[in-house]
C-alpha cells in the first residue's frame, strides 16, 4: 500500500521559511506527478504547487508563485516545498498528493494523499 509522508511542517514569524518534505513506500515520486495542497479551516482545499514526472514541469498557484519552490530528490525518493517570504494566510494544513494524470488542482484526482504537517505562520 502507497503511503504518503509529510514532514517539515511548523509555527514561523511572517517573512520566514519551511521546507517541507513528502516522502513515499513503495512509490517512485519520481515517476508520478506530485501535487502539494493546503487546506485552513473553514477553507477550500487548493493546489499551491505541482512537479510533473521527472521534474520537467512545475505548476504554481498565483498565491505562491515566486515564493515557493517544488523539488525532486530522486536519490531519497523525496519531494519537497520550499516556502519563502511566509505570510498569515499561509497558514493552512499541507498535503502532497500524487498519481493524477496531469497537473491538476481538483484533489479528486488524487489516488494518494499524506496525512498532512501543519503551518502557522503568525504576524
Known amino acids: 500500500q502507497v503511503q504518503l509522508v509529510e514532514s517539515g511542517g511548523g509555527s514561523v514569524q511572517a517573512g520566514g521559511s519551511l521546507k517541507l518534505s513528502c516522502a513515499a513506500s513503495?512509490?517512485?515520486?519520481?515517476?508520478?506527478?506530485v501535487t502539494w495542497f493546503r487546506q485552513a479551516p473553514g477553507k477550500e482545499r487548493e493546489g499551491v504547487a505541482c512537479?510533473?514526472?521527472?521534474?520537467?514541469?512545475?505548476l504554481y498557484a498565483d498565491a505562491v508563485k515566486g515564493r515557493f519552490t517544488v523539488s525532486h530528490d530522486n536519490d531519497k525518493n523525496m519531494v519537497y516545498l520550499q516556502m519563502n517570504s511566509l505570510t498569515p494566510e499561509d497558514t493552512a494544513m499541507y498535503y502532497c498528493?500524487?498519481?493524477?494524470?496531469?497537473?491538476?488542482?481538483?484533489?479528486?484526482?488524487?489516488?494518494?494523499w499524506g496525512q498532512g504537517t501543519q503551518v502557522t505562520v503568525s504576524s
Open positions: 513503495e512509490y517512485a515520486l519520481r515517476r508520478n506527478r
Open positions: 498528493a500524487a498519481d493524477a494524470v496531469v497537473c491538476s488542482w481538483s484533489p479528486g484526482l488524487y489516488k494518494y
Open positions: 512537479i510533473s514526472a521527472g521534474g520537467g514541469s512545475k
